[in-house]
T-cell receptor
Framework: GENVEQHPSTLSVQEGDSAVIKCTYS??????FPWYKQELGKGPQLIID?????GEKKDQRIAVTLNKTAKHFSLHITETQPEDSAVYFC?????????????????FGKGTHLIIQP | NAGVMQNPRHLVRRRGQEARLRCSPM?????VYWYRQLPEEGLKFMVY????????ESGMPKERFSAEFPKEGPSILRIQQVVRGDSAAYFC???????????FGEGSWLTVV
């Protein structure tokens, strides 16, 4: 089955600096890569996603890049703010949008605890 | 438009008791998924259901765990004879269709004492 590795496990950056979180996946059939933000005591919230036919996607201060050949994808957050502090999870799936559960559904990384230092 | 609703948000059970976690999907969503999150871990898929049907339960432990999504009412994840290792956050998610984006609820935190 799919295996998703995520690094680093903890990332501390100064407010205003950029943060980069990286993930690798094992199954070349995976084609959908979402990123979730989870605040303490809350559920994961989808913040951005990318499909395998696209190399990069940007939404304001957040961007995701995908390298299918190397099987890795990254989350980039620019001009970080205190409210960006949270745990971020990457995921990969073979289903078009991550639904469907099981072997075709979402496989998550272990998460990155992002700390924004004021 | 309410999101995925889970209750209870926090549940404490003694070893050997039963835990029942409920999930109401987003309006219009008929596909429900349950995930478990252990401390410092990512989410692990447990089961995928549609109304009255279990589609994929490949992530469910073989014993003590069961799930249902009846024609009327919320989806229920049931854990019988809980053990300390069942302590975790249980997240429900839903989607309109199998090939659509899934949205997560706020989770139910189970503590077994």
């Amino acid at each position: 089955g799919e295996n998703v590795e995520q690094h680093p496990s903890t990332l501390s950056v100064q407010e205003g600096d950029s943060a980069v979180i990286k993930c690798t996946y094992s199954d070349s059939a995976s084609n959908y890569f979402p990123w979730y933000k989870q605040e303490l005591g809350k559920g994961p919230q989808l913040i951005i996603d990318i499909r395998s036919n696209v190399g990069e996607k940007k939404d304001q201060r957040i961007a995701v890049t995908l390298n299918k050949t190397a099987k890795h994808f990254s989350l980039h957050i620019t001009e970080t703010q205190p409210e960006d502090s949270a745990v971020y999870f990457c995921a990969a799936s073979k289903g078009p949008m991550g639904a469907g559960g099981g072997a075709d559904g979402l496989t998550f990384g272990k998460g990155t605890h992002l700390i924004i230092q004021p | 438009n309410a999101g995925v609703m889970q209750n209870p948000r926090h549940l404490v059970r003694r070893r050997g008791q039963e835990a029942r976690l409920r999930c109401s999907p987003m309006k219009g969503h008929s596909h429900v998924y349950w995930y478990r999150q252990l401390p410092e871990e990512g989410l692990k898929f447990m089961v995928y259901l549609q109304k009255e049907n279990i589609i994929d339960e490949s992530g469910m432990p073989k014993e003590r765990f069961s799930a249902e999504f009846p024609k009327e009412g919320p989806s229920i994840l049931r854990i019988q004879q809980v053990v300390r290792g069942d302590s975790a956050a249980y997240f429900c998610a839903s989607s309109i269709d199998r090939d659509d984006t899934i949205y997560f609820g706020e989770g139910s935190w189970l503590t077994v004492v």
